[in-house]
């Protein structure tokens, strides 16, 4: 099965694609703004030479100087714990934003590392500030991105504190079937680009702890896994779990 994200723009030059050609549009920046407006912003985006998995797009304390848009692959965000490990922050698909928290310090707090072959537009700010306070559309749909942005940062933390270990999976899941089904593909059948280690410590779990979910899911008829392709049979069941309203015991997070 193809990679949803690579069924987007392929074959195109993704160097040379414009914002009005791109099929992520409506997910981006550019929601709500004329072809006018979309052609100003447009003229100030840089398109980068596609990023190999493993390397990174920016590292923790690098300076801020431009938010990213992913137009095809996926990347994780993480921080360096003080163990020298890392702490998983985020998995980013195509059509999201990165780098808006480096707002305030000036730097980037987290690194973001590519997951896959991964193609990025960067906006750099100054100019996207100075868009943004011509064009008010442009301006709400900044602040529309931040405050899903601080919703995301409150169901985290909502998920790693109330929730069992098969809630998270579950709802971890559904995210990513609810996200690509916005990007126009199956909601039921997706790659998963991120590793089991990196599931789990995104979740707060054991890897041990995500395989026997997995398998518990497969067993129960919620899902089929072949390695990274997952295919969801049952999406209702699996919405239930993640809302905490299955019958079973729960499961410990380590």
Known sequence: MAHPAQQIIAPLDQTKLACKDCSLFQLCLPVGIDATELDELDSIIKRRRPIKRGEHLFHVGSPFQAVYAVRSGSLRTYVPTEDGLEQVTGFHLPGELLGLDAIHLKHHPCAAKALETTSICEIP?????????????????????????????????????????????????????????????????????????DIGNYLGLAVETVS???????????????????????????????????NRGEESGG
């Open 125 to 197: 700010f100054d100019r996207l500030e100075e868009l943004s306070a011509r064009l008010s559309s442009l301006q709400h749909q900044l602040l529309t991105i931040m405050s899903k942005e601080i919703l995301h940062d409150h169901s985290l933390l909502m998920l790693l504190g109330k929730k069992s270990a098969e809630e998270r999976l579950a709802a971890l899941l559904l995210s990513l079937s609810e996200r690509y089904q916005r990007r126009g593909f199956s909601p039921t059948d997706f790659y998963l680009s991120m590793s089991r280690n």
């Open 212 to 246: 026997r979910l997995f398998s518990r899911f497969r067993e129960e008829g919620v899902l089929i896994v072949q390695r990274k392709h997952i295919c969801i049979l049952d999406l209702a069941k699996l919405r239930a779990i993640a809302n905490h309203k299955s």
